[in-house]
C-alpha cells in the first residue's frame, strides 16, 4: 500500500472555488508524477483539462477525479471516479489497473481529505459523508461502485 506524504502533494484551487466553498460544483482533479512520487491535486468548478492532457496521465489513465454530489434528502456524498479500461489508451489489462487503483485509494482519499482540510474544518458534516468509488470499465468484473467509508477515515 502506498503512504501518503503531506510534503508531496501540491494543491490549486481554481475559478471560483475557495478553500472553503462553495460545496456545489466541487470537482478534484489528482495526477501524480511516476518520478518524484508528487501528486497534483487541483480543486475547481471543473476537472482541469490542462493536467489531463499531460502526456504521462494520457498515456497511463491513472488519474482520479471526484466530486460533491447531491444524494436524497440534500445529502452530500462524495464520488470518485476510476478509469479501469475502456474508451481511449490504456497501459495495462483491466484486472491489473483495478488491483492498481485499489492499492493507491487510501493514499488518494488521504490526499483528497488533506488538500482540502478547510473545507472539512469550515463543514465539519462532511467528514460523515459516504464515499463512493466508481471504476469504470468495459469488463463487466470490474466495472462496479464500493462504498470506501468516509472522509474521517482518511484524516492524516
Known sequence: ????????????????????????????????????????????TGFDQEALKDFQTRLMRDE???????????????????????WGLNFGPAGWRYRIFRSHLSQVLQ????GDRALYDAHKTLDQAPILIHFNSHRVRYRKVENWGEPADYIV
Open 1 to 44: 500500500m502506498a503512504v501518503f506524504n503531506p510534503n508531496k502533494l501540491h494543491v490549486k484551487f481554481e475559478g471560483d472555488i475557495s478553500p472553503t466553498a462553495p460545496l456545489s460544483g466541487r470537482r478534484y482533479t489528482l495526477t501524480h508524477s511516476d518520478q518524484t512520487g508528487d501528486l497534483f491535486l487541483t480543486v475547481g
Open 111 to 114: 490526499a483528497l481529505r488533506y
Open 64 to 86: 482520479v477525479l471526484a466530486e460533491w454530489r447531491e444524494e436524497d434528502e440534500g445529502q452530500l456524498s462524495l464520488h470518485l471516479l476510476c478509469h479501469v479500461s475502456g
